[in-house]
């Protein structure tokens, strides 16, 4: 999981102009840093990438745990925990 608190390192990009704009419109209104602004977009982009990381690995340590709940890379792994069908 990323410290959001960690470090910080100087990363240099190239968007769109207007992008950036909106970006610097969107900070002032909510009153926070740029770099906030955007450390929360890639977080939301990021973290389901990290989330089915983590869960192929833990699948890969835990291979006779029960496959009760659909797959987060999209593989059918059985019924809910509930019994029911998985919608």
């Given at each position: 999981?990323?410290?959001?608190?960690?470090?910080?390192?100087?990363?240099?990009?190239?968007?769109?102009?207007?992008?950036?704009?909106?970006?610097?419109?969107?900070?002032?209104?909510?009153?926070?840093?740029?770099?906030?602004?955007?450390?929360?977009?890639?977080?939301?982009?990021?973290?389901?990438?990290?989330?089915?990381?983590?869960?192929?690995?833990?699948?890969?340590?835990?291979?006779?745990?029960?496959?009760?709940?659909?797959?987060?890379?999209?593989d059918e792994i059985g019924p809910a925990a509930s019994g029911g069908s998985p919608a």
């Open positions: 999981m990323v410290d959001v608190n960690g470090p910080r390192v100087p990363l240099t990009v190239h968007l769109p102009a207007d992008l950036v704009e909106e970006l610097l419109v969107l900070a002032k209104e909510q009153k926070v840093p740029v770099d906030e602004v955007v450390m929360e977009a890639c977080l939301e982009y990021y973290e389901p990438y990290h989330w089915e990381r983590a869960y192929k690995e833990w699948r890969r340590e835990h291979p006779n745990e029960p496959r009760q709940q659909f797959g987060i890379d999209g």
